[in-house]
């Protein structure tokens, strides 16, 4: 997919768009284990090194969970691609780190790291501000399949609903429904996780074009929507 990108990092609703982002007081927060397990299971995914969730601030922008990736808590705001990829109104991103492709960032450091790809898909609040990605980063250059854009897509959704659950228990105070979100979701990933596995070890790598194995993992991302949604839905009557 051929990205045109924005000539400035600022979007107009920048405004809008920061206040959706600081109203989850989820930016530049300790690691919390369901968002490093996401990452975790989208690196096995996708068979990246690298996957990120993101979270674009004023200045920087902020790792939430990262696998692959030590000691980066968050890059200067024209050095990550995260920054310009919510600036396109598309569902998937999908781009190489030369300077030819996105002129408004800073390379440095993803090349240093010998970087070449980049796909992710937005965070996304309620109102439709996009606050940040879901990413998959890897050393060789490729594109996605349709098949691949989907799950990428699906799972920008989990994470934005799970954000979203967050907040809502935040909000409230209630710290131990979080906790307990967090370990039925985590259950629930771990299962995935355990599945990803046995498909990687019996067909020797993860197809996300092949028809069953697809079909399989949407099933899985399925049943964790129907966890948010019931969690979500139990919040909005009390």
Same mark, same amino acid.
């Given at each position: 997919?051929?990205?045109?990108?924005?000539?400035?990092?600022?979007?107009?609703? %920048?405004?809008? @768009?920061? *206040?959706?982002?600081?109203?989850?007081?989820?930016?530049?927060?300790?690691?919390?284990?369901?968002?490093?397990?996401?990452?975790?299971?989208?690196?096995?995914?996708?068979?990246?090194?690298?996957?990120?969730?993101?979270?674009?601030? %004023?200045?920087? #922008?902020?790792?939430?969970?990262?696998?692959? #990736?030590? &000691?980066?808590?968050?890059?200067? $705001?024209?050095?990550?691609?995260?920054?310009?990829?919510? !600036?396109?109104?598309?569902?998937?991103?999908? +781009?190489?780190? =030369?300077?030819? +492709?996105?002129?408004?960032?800073?390379?440095?450091?993803?090349?240093?790291?010998?970087?070449?790809?980049?796909?992710?898909?937005? !965070?996304?609040?309620?109102?439709?501000?996009?606050?940040?990605?879901?990413?998959?980063?890897?050393?060789?250059? @490729? #594109?996605? +399949?349709?098949?691949?854009?989907?799950?990428?897509?699906? !799972? =920008? #959704?989990?994470?934005?609903?799970?954000?979203?659950?967050?907040?809502?228990?935040?909000?409230? %105070?209630?710290?131990?429904?979080?906790?307990?979100?967090? @370990? %039925?979701?985590?259950?629930?990933?771990?299962?995935?996780?355990?599945?990803? @596995?046995?498909?990687?070890?019996?067909?020797? &790598?993860?197809? !996300?074009?092949?028809?069953?194995?697809?079909?399989?993992?949407?099933? *899985?991302?399925?049943?964790?929507?129907?966890?948010?949604?019931? $969690?979500?839905?139990?919040?909005?009557?009390?």
């Amino acid at each position: 997919m051929s990205i045109s990108f924005p000539d400035s990092l600022i979007p107009a609703d %920048e405004a809008a @768009r920061l *206040r959706a982002l600081h109203l989850y007081q989820i930016a530049n927060t300790p690691p919390e284990p369901i968002f490093d397990e996401y990452v975790a299971w989208a690196a096995k995914l996708f068979s990246t090194p690298i996957a990120v969730i993101s979270l674009v601030d %004023e200045e920087h #922008v902020w790792f939430k969970a990262a696998a692959g #990736v030590d &000691g980066v808590p968050q890059l200067p $705001r024209n050095s990550s691609l995260c920054s310009a990829a919510i !600036l396109v109104d598309v569902p998937i991103v999908t +781009s190489d780190y =030369s300077p030819d +492709s996105c002129q408004i960032i800073k390379q440095d450091v993803a090349l240093q790291m010998g970087l070449n790809f980049y796909a992710g898909a937005a !965070l996304r609040t309620p109102d439709g501000s996009r606050i940040g990605m879901m990413a998959v980063i890897g050393q060789e250059e @490729r #594109v996605l +399949s349709e098949a691949e854009e989907e799950v990428l897509k699906h !799972l =920008s #959704v989990l994470v934005s609903r799970t954000i979203e659950l967050r907040f809502q228990y935040l909000q409230a %105070e209630h710290n131990a429904d979080w906790e307990a979100a967090q @370990r %039925e979701l985590s259950a629930t990933l771990d299962d995935n996780a355990t599945l990803t @596995r046995y498909l990687m070890a019996r067909n020797n &790598g993860l197809n !996300l074009n092949d028809p069953g194995i697809h079909t399989l993992v949407v099933a *899985r991302m399925a049943g964790m929507t129907k966890v948010l949604d019931r $969690r979500i839905g139990e919040n909005d009557v009390q």
